[in-house]
Nanobody
Framework: QPQLVESGGGSVQSGGSLRLSCAIS????????MAWFRQTPAWDRWGVAV?????????GEHAKGRFTISKDSSGDTLYLYLQMTNLTTDDTSTYTC?????????????????WGQGTQVTVSS
């Protein structure tokens, strides 16, 4: 069972930037897709961005042009990043990373089996 651990959340003023990180250990070699989701009381799990093992990406509408998803690896650990710029108060949420064993760009939370615990992002005006 892979383990996903997020970091990098925090408090920032509107217009600021944050970089979220997710370390994924215990993942078996093969195709995959890693994604960031956000949770709000109204939207449940809403897809922010996804990156597949073959390099394809997809962004949610609110993330396009402001957020960039990227990945790296070191040994047996995968790393997923989300560079967030020009943040607004609407971006305040808990951001969670997830991984699935298929190289697709689905942003449907039901397609992802393994999840982290989340990291809080708070944007103040």
């Amino acid at each position: 069972q892979p383990q996903l651990v997020e970091s990098g959340g925090g408090s920032v003023q509107s217009g600021g930037s944050l970089r979220l990180s997710c370390a994924i250990s215990g993942w078996k070699p093969g195709s995959y897709a890693m994604a960031w989701f956000r949770q709000t009381p109204a939207w449940d799990r809403w897809g922010v961005a996804v990156l597949s093992s073959d390099g394809n990406t997809r962004y949610g509408e609110h993330a396009k042009g402001r957020f960039t998803i990227s990945k790296d690896s070191s040994g047996d650990t995968l790393y997923l990043y989300l560079q967030m710029t020009n943040l607004t108060t609407d971006d305040t949420s808990t951001y969670t990373c997830a991984i699935r064993s298929a190289a697709t760009t689905s942003l449907n939370s039901r397609d992802f089996r393994y999840w982290g615990q989340g990291t809080q992002v708070t944007v103040s005006s």
